[in-house]
């Protein structure tokens, strides 16, 4: 079956960094968009970065600038850099993956919490 596992969330002070790891299992992960999307208490998720198969890069006007996503087929895995972080940053962060047929999966979500 179809495993996303993320990693690598934690309790940051404003202005630190993190990176979140997803590890993808039991699809074809070069064929597949890779997506980290954030949901903050009382929100909606919401997407923050996008990378596609082809490794086109989109993101949230909030983290232009200081986030950025990447993956590396070799290991199934996709990464989000976050640089600068903000106290609106906050928030638990999953990975997403669709795929060329259109399924999409989630992880389980990784907690993001960033004090002023």
């Known amino acids: 079956q179809v495993q996303l596992v993320e990693s690598g969330g934690g309790f940051v002070q404003a202005g630190g960094s993190l990176r979140l790891s997803c590890v993808a299992s039991g699809i074809s992960f070069s064929g597949t968009d890779m997506g980290w999307y954030r949901q903050a208490p009382g929100n909606q998720r919401q997407l923050v970065a996008l990378?596609?198969?082809?490794?086109?890069?989109t993101y949230t006007n909030s983290v232009k600038g200081r986030f950025t996503i990447s993956r590396e087929n070799a290991r199934n895995t996709v990464y989000l850099q976050m640089n600068n972080l903000k106290p609106e940053d906050t928030g638990v962060y999953s990975c997403n993956a669709k795929t060329f047929f259109g399924n999409q999966y989630w992880g389980q979500g990784t907690q993001v919490t960033v004090s002023s």
């Open positions: 990378i596609t198969r082809q490794g086109t890069t």
